[in-house]
């Protein structure tokens, strides 16, 4: 039977060849889900013998990766906020940047004291859950198109215990919505439609597309849910929407036109600004 340490050496060289940007890590990662290790062990342990099952299994996901495949696509789990939400083809990859607009959505909430909140784009869910889970007043719906990603985000609210306070519905943005919503929160799709095809294949491969594609310039989800978002806003409701790197000035013209104002900024890991606030003016 292969060493962990054998594996891991085998598995860091076949994605380093396959230019993948943290073969050691991934092949850790990798590992520890085929041989259900934590990573305490293999540190410790890293003569112990890995089972030949475990072993044909690490090489088959070490290949998945080599194809790109993201991590945590092939593990079916990904970490948002100190939480696991489990993943799969359907949903966006929750990304680290997006906790920027939690950070942001909670000052809102806390400043304000919103206790319903609606999440357009949900996905895995991550964004609402998350809120719902952070603050236990809360009671929130979730929309999307998918109803992939529905089945999904139904599952993360059932493995969080927040099915009670989160509703999840199929529809175009607004459209399945009667009510109105203290806080709006987006994470839409921003990137422009002639730039995806030269995302890293990670994104663009893995990634469901229509969680990608802002249109031609990046902002049709923006403008559409700028153009409604006051008809669903309780008084004194705020937007949060999560921005792409260079979308600030657009995307705070299009709120501004439809009559709201700034109401608060957060900043991503590299300190840009990833996602905005908004009021009714
Ligand atoms: C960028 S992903 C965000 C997913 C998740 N909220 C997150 O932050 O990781 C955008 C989501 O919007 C959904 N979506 C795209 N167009 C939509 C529309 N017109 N109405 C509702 N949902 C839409 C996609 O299916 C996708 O799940």
Redesign the pocket.
Known sequence: MPTAKELLAEGRARLTAAGVAAPALDARLLLQHAASLATADLVAYPEMAVSAPAAVTFHTLVERRALREPVSKIIGMRE?FGREFEVSRA?????PD?ES?IELCLAIIDTHGARQVL??????????LTLLAERRHLTGLG????QE?LKIAFRNATALGLVSRCDLMC???F?PVAERFDLIV?????IETAVIDSLQPEVRLF??R????GGPDGLE?YR?IAGEAASFLAPGGHVAV?IGDGQDAAVTQLFNKNGFESAGKGLDLSGKPRALAFRSV
């Open positions: 948002f949903v966006l990859d929750p990304r997006s607009l999440d357009l784009g949900t996905g895995s869910g991550n964004l609402l929309i999307d198109l998918s990603a529809g175009r943005w459209e987006s994470n839409p799709p921003y990634d469901p229509k969680a990608l594609d989800c559409a999560e």
